[in-house]
Structures are given as C-alpha cells and as structure tokens.
C-alpha cells in the first residue's frame, strides 16, 4: 500500500501563487506516476497535471498551461504542484495520485481510473 498526504492549500488572492506538495509512503515512489486531479467543473476528478516514472514526461489541463508546474523529488518521495496567476475558477479540491507501472518515456496516464492511489486532498481558495 502507498500512502499520500497532501499539503500546501489555503486562501489566497487572484494573482498569488501557492505550492502544494504531495508525500508519499515507501520504498517504490520513484515506479510510480504521479498526478494532480481536481473535481471542477463537472464534479469528477479531472487531471490538472501529471509526470512520469522519469520525470520527463508531464501533461497539464488547458486551462493551467503556462501557469502550473508539476515537479517530483523521487530523493524525498514528493511530488509538486507550482500554482502561479492563480485565478478564482481554480478554486477546488486537489488530489494527489500515484499509479503503478508506466514508462521511463512514454507520458503518464491521464485519466482517473488509470491512478491506484488518492490521497484525502488539500482545498485551494482564489478570491478576486
């Protein structure tokens, strides 16, 4: 089993950046891709950013491309989600995941039911 413990949310301003942060539990961190999920805006969990085995390989939402970083330190078994020019509409619940397997090149799995892992997730707040 692999745990996850989201950090790093809070209430910020329209503009602000935060940096949520991903720790997970044992040996096998660096098998696993990694995602960041969010419900909005048909209240499932869809992807806002994931990175491969490698690290070589990410992919993002439309709507956070240009703003948002996804990072991993296998070293430290954590993953990172960069939020710049935050906006009100990011407003959300966001969800670490892991899932196993994957390849050292090809991109991660993009879709929810790929991820074997969810952590309980961390709430972000954007006023204007």
């Known amino acids: 089993q692999v745990q996850l413990v989201e950090s790093g949310g809070g209430l910020v301003q329209a503009g602000d950046s935060l940096r949520l942060s991903c720790a997970a539990s044992?040996?096998?961190?660096?098998?696993?891709?990694m995602g960041w999920f969010r419900r909005a805006p048909g209240k499932e969990r869809d992807l806002v950013a994931a990175?491969?085995?490698?690290?070589?390989?990410?992919n993002y939402a439309d709507s956070v491309k240009g703003r948002f970083t996804i990072s991993r330190d296998n070293a430290k078994n954590t993953v990172y989600l960069q939020m710049n020019s935050l906006k009100p509409e990011d407003t959300d619940v966001y969800y670490c995941?892991?899932?196993?397997?994957?390849?050292?090149?090809?991109?991660?799995?993009?879709?929810?039911?790929?991820?074997?892992?969810w952590g309980q997730g961390t709430q972000v707040t954007v006023s204007s």
């Open positions: 995941a892991a899932a196993r397997g994957g390849s050292y090149y090809k991109g991660p799995p993009l879709f929810s039911h790929e991820y074997d892992y």
């Open positions: 990175i491969n085995w490698s690290g070589i390989n990410t």
């Open positions: 044992g040996r096998t961190f660096s098998s696993y891709a």
